[in-house]
């Protein structure tokens, strides 16, 4: 077949996909998990059952696969605000202050949470995580305006942790603030 | 009755009921909880199986019980280590280092924990945690030894996210350093 033709395939099932996941998404947070079904799935997203098991078994794997596209969509977000960034210390307090705004945006949708937070794709997204914020630090102490008497990949799981609090937090101020301590607890010593 | 005897009676039960603890989550650990029954939990305890059913209607309310017993240990640690310290910014710092002990020491048994996290008696020791560690923080703001332009109640969120860290760190030595890059973030600005 021509590149074009395959292209379009390609295309059209990129489409039918990210149509799929959307759809399913948007009906468990509606009505719940329990009572989604792959029939109804396939009647709102607008096309046939027997078109939907081709993409997916269950849908409990629709959630997963949209939680992976979610999840690598915010490590795409972090690389690029750490690529736009100008001094490796500008670098770390984008690439922490965007990660904790995702913390705090995070749906608290603990059943879909429950289900999705256990799949393996998250434990390599995890470490993809922790390795972008390593780096991103051990930039910024060679640069000198991070301690460098701590390993870096050791700051990068504080960060981590420390920016969590950012999903239990009010306002876009407080978690301006949060950001602020967690820089201050890796700045060199005076 | 005399109130002695009631004290003696007093004292059985709550001998029976630890016994019945520990050895189920003795248990637990060595079978994994799908396969411990009550009935080999009366005889490990050696009890009748009627009265540990007078104690607790099943496995899981025992195990609930044990967690909440040991949660209810460890704040009652911290509120000694609080107490024994000299200033309030020593007391900051020998609580945050206690309870980042706790999280390192945390048994890494996550049937266990997905049972026994999820229940009510949990939302209330956080909170009371988080009230202790606020406190703390306010007493050394005051002291001028934590920065005081921002709520003790934030700074304490970011203390407990950023000391969970200790759970996956490899060393003592490791949890020191973290508790040091979480107390400089606390700070007063130079």
Redesign the interface.
Known sequence: MPKLWNETIEAHRRAVRDATLETTVALVAEHGLASVTMSQIAKETGIGRATLYKYFPDVESILIAWHERHVAAHLEHLTHVRDEAGTPGEGLEAVLYAYARIMHGRRQHTELAALVHRGEHLTHAQQHLHGLIRDVIAEAATAGEV?DD?AAD??A??C??????AG??PSES?VG??V????????P??
């Not at 981590?160 to 609090?165: D, E, I």
């Not at 602020?180 to 700045?187: F, K, S």
């Open positions: 301690r701590i050791e700051l799981g504080y981590l942790h420390a920016l969590g609090a239990g937090l407080a603030r949060l602020d301590v967690t820089l201050a607890g890796l700045r010593a005076p």
